[in-house]
């Protein structure tokens, strides 16, 4: 595992940087418990899953006070990630899975971040309206456009208008056409420089 990486990319304060540090140990312990990253990531923690979700971060920068959720959340990603780099923002982790709710939880809370709501249940049941909608990978895009646009209050809250953000791999653009929206693709090949990242991308999308 290689923490270094983040701070590669971003400048991170001593807190942040710290936090990032301790994300290795905290998910190896909990993975050896409830397998939420398969056996052969664990060890690419940081550049497949930390650094990935953090691209997002790369794309949109969140105000303070901004309301974010994640839909399908899995483990905690991009979640942990971003809140750890946006400690002034507020985000509610979704996931329909208890036992993926609760290492996100014990993470949230093993890393002291007061700004980490996680919510056990399917996006259409959670109350409220937020500024950004963020997902990795979890559903096609018209699907993830039925589950999100409902959530998403008009304004901007970040270097963004309100919207989508979504991680994506692969060729998109019959997925982006039958889901009719209307898309900025970020490639994460330039934004960072690993191998891992030649076939991925953020896709931002607004109402």
């Known amino acids: 595992m290689n923490p270094e990486i983040i701070s590669k990319y971003f400048t991170l304060t001593p807190e942040q940087q710290s936090r990032f540090n301790a994300l290795g140990a905290l998910y190896e312990e909990w993975n050896a418990k409830i397998n939420v990253i398969s056996r052969k990531d664990i060890d690419e ?9 953090l691209a997002i971060a790369k794309v949109c920068t969140f105000e303070a006070g ?12 991009p979640t942990i990630p971003l809140a750890i780099m946006f400690p002034e923002v507020e985000f509610t982790a979704v996931d329909s899975i208890g036992k993926k709710i609760t290492v996100v939880r014990e993470i949230a809370s093993a890393l002291g971040l007061q700004n980490v709501t996680p ?4 996006i259409e049941a959670v109350k409220g ?11 096609d895009m018209k699907t993830l456009k039925g589950w ?17 953000l979504v991680l994506k791999g692969g ?17 994460i090949s330039d934004l960072f420089e690993e191998e891992f990242f030649y076939t991925k991308q953020v896709i931002y999308a607004r109402r």
């Open 45 to 53: 923690l940081y550049v497949r899953h930390v650094l990935h979700s």
């Open 171 to 187: 060729d998109l653009a019959e997925e982006i056409a039958t889901a009719r929206l209307r898309c900025d693709i970020h490639r």
């Open 129 to 139: 309206e937020f500024d950004y909608v963020v997902s990795r990978a979890v559903t």
């Open 119 to 122: 919510v056990n249940a399917r």
């Open 148 to 164: 999100a646009l409902p959530k998403l209050r008009t304004g901007q809250r970040g270097s963004l208008p309100n919207g989508m």
């Open 66 to 77: 901004a309301r974010v959720v994640d839909i399908g959340c899995g483990g905690g990603f």
